[in-house]
Nanobody, 126 residues
Framework: QVQLVEYGGGRMKAGGSLRFSCAASRRTFSSYAMGWFRQSPGKEREFVAAINWSGGDTYYADSVKGRFTISRDNNRNTMYLQMNNLKPEDTAVYYC???????????????????WGQGTQVTVSS
């Protein structure tokens, strides 16, 4: 079992920046691939970004590429999402997710991940 807790949500004006953290409970954090997803009101949960166990491989949704950066610090059992140039359409509840890294390609599928955080709200105003 891995317990995940997100930190860093809030309200921001368009063009601003926010940084999320996702803290994991297990010392074997480094064996997990991690991802960020988000869900806006009335929409399905969608993929944002993913990172492999070492941080050497990342994958982004087209909608955030060039604006968001996913990273991790395995010594701190923590993953990050740096969000720059925020837009109103980035308003959502953001979730971190984890799956044991099998060495396969990173996945943008919600069903691929086994563990989820409780989510943290970001609201971007124009």
């Amino acid at each position: 079992q891995v317990q995940l807790v997100e930190y860093g949500g809030g309200r921001m004006k368009a063009g601003g920046s926010l940084r999320f953290s996702c803290a994991a409970s297990r010392r074997t954090f480094s064996s997990y691939a991690m991802g960020w997803f988000r869900q806006s009101p009335g929409k399905e949960r969608e993929f944002v970004a993913a990172i492999n166990w070492s941080g050497g491989d990342t994958y982004y949704a087209d909608s955030v590429k060039g604006r968001f950066t996913i990273s991790r610090d395995n010594n701190r059992n923590t993953m990050y999402l740096q969000m720059n140039n925020l837009k109103p359409e980035d308003t959502a509840v953001y979730y971190c997710a984890a799956v044991e890294d099998s060495g396969h390609s990173l996945s943008d599928s919600e069903g691929h991940y086994d563990y989820w955080g409780q989510g943290t709200q970001v609201t971007v105003s124009s």
